[in-house]
């Protein structure tokens, strides 16, 4: 869904057309400068405006949370078709089809939930905007990305325990579990690896990596 349809889109652009309306009219009519001129002024000038700016900026930042958003660079086509995939299998595919994930499977799996989580990993997000276009991998052919470019750190099992507690019995029952139990608080054993739960995005992994 694009952003303008979302209520804090639509706020946007109401707040932006009426601040230019308001403007234009001023600008055409030219009335006497009195208390009803002021007041239309600072709505024009002032509140209107900023109305816009916040929620076209939160509206942006919403739109940025969605899988669309991510595979609109072409290096990340096939992990968002693989997502939407109804017949894949893939950690990243089971995922996806969970209703309360869905649409921002990417950001909620990937995304940074210590306490400055947001801008983190909206930060994060603009390393993937640089290096996109200075980097290279605009350019780069999709098999190549696959090969040569890898996660920028280990995948943290603390976002999967977001969801998954890993203090259910259904989880301290399985003897596996049990077993790396340390290994996985200090993330050194990975939930999302093969020997695992099965890594999220198999097609874009080297043989040695599954």
Known sequence: MGSAATPIGALAI???????????????????????????????LAVFPFIAAVSTTASGMARTTEATFCG?????????????????????????????????????CHADYSMLGYPL??????????HYYFSGYRKMPLEEFHKEVRIAKPYPNANCRTCHSGKLASFMNVREHIAVLDELEANKVSCASAG??????RFSKRPEEL
């Open 14 to 44: 109401a707040s932006a057309g009426i601040a230019a309306l308001l403007l234009i009219h001023h600008l055409v009519v030219r009335p006497k400068l009195q208390a009803t001129t002021r007041l239309k002024l600072l709505l024009g």
């Open 72 to 108: 609109s660079c072409h290096v990340m086509e096939t992990h968002v078709s693989d997502l939407q995939d109804p017949n894949s299998i893939s950690l990243a595919s089971r995922h996806g089809r969970n209703e309360h994930v869905g649409p921002h499977a990417c950001y909620t």
């Open 121 to 130: 990993t909206k930060i994060t997000g603009m390393m993937h905007v640089y």
């Open 196 to 201: 695992c739960h099965g890594v999220a995005h």
